[in-house]
């Protein structure tokens, strides 16, 4: 069965600083990929999503991710986090073929904490 | 808003009890979803919807009964919950099951006492 692995359960930044979430998947065939976010008390939202084309991919709020399929790794990253970037942040994959096609795969999650 | 919209947003039960979590999708999607978000666990999918037909169920205990009237409502019927139940209930769809981006609604906080 597909599995997606998010390598950081907290990160703590400051204001300005860079980020990177890590997030590998384990399924060896094509796969839509998605990074949504979830910010404090609110729904799941979409920040961004790779489907095929350009590997880099731009979301909302300054967030990119690149698709790099050899790695199997679908990171995160964003030049100069806020405060208002704490939230937490879920990789998602979703496997073309096989045994789960169709059906939308997390992580566990990781909670990022902004420091003023 | 998000376009999927749950009720109740929290609901406590005992484990004797009978109740029903809904959600409502104004988006005009062919697939819903139910998962589970339970604290350090990833979100678990638990039933697929498409075209009001259930397309998956993940294992998921009987005392946990989805419902799929029409392609805009679901629900998740509960009866003789367990205290491991609790957890957040969140309900999705998308537009097709599986190849587009799922929209979530803000969930119901489930305690089961």
């Known amino acids: 069965a597909q599995s997606v692995s998010q390598h950081n359960h907290h990160v703590i930044l400051s204001e300005a600083a860079s980020l990177e979430l890590g997030c590998n998947y384990s399924?060896?065939?094509?796969?839509?990929l998605f990074w949504y976010v979830q910010y404090p008390g609110q729904h799941l939202q979409l920040l961004l999503k790779?489907?095929?084309?350009?590997?880099l991919v731009k979301g909302i709020k300054g967030f990119e991710a690149e698709f790099i399929k050899s790695k199997f790794s679908f990171n995160l990253r964003k030049p100069s986090v806020q405060w208002s970037d704490t939230a937490e942040y879920f990789c998602?994959?979703?496997?073309?073929?096989?045994?789960?096609?169709?059906?939308?795969?997390f992580g566990k999650g990781t909670k990022l904490s902004v420091k003023p | 808003e998000t376009g999927v919209t749950q009720t109740p947003r929290h609901l406590v039960m005992g484990m004797t009890n009978k109740k029903s979590l809904k959600c409502e999708q104004h988006?005009?999607?062919?697939?819903m979803y139910w998962y589970k978000q339970s604290a350090k666990k990833p979100l678990e999918l638990m039933f697929v919807?498409?075209?009001?037909?259930?397309?998956e169920n993940n294992s998921v205990p009987s005392r946990f009964s989805p419902e799929c009237p029409n392609s805009s409502h679901l629900f998740l019927h509960l009866h003789t919950l367990q205290p491991e139940d609790s957890a957040l209930y969140l309900c999705?769809?998308?537009?097709?099951?599986?190849?587009?981006?799922?929209?979530f609604g803000q969930g119901t906080r489930l305690t089961v006492v």
């Open positions: 999705a769809s998308s537009q097709d099951w599986g190849r587009t981006e799922a929209f």
């Open positions: 998602a994959v979703n496997a073309l073929y096989g045994g789960s096609q169709g059906n939308l795969i």
């Open positions: 988006l005009g999607h062919n697939a």
């Open positions: 399924y060896g065939g094509t796969v839509n």
């Open positions: 790779y489907f095929s084309g350009d590997p």
């Open positions: 919807y498409s075209l009001e037909e259930r397309v």
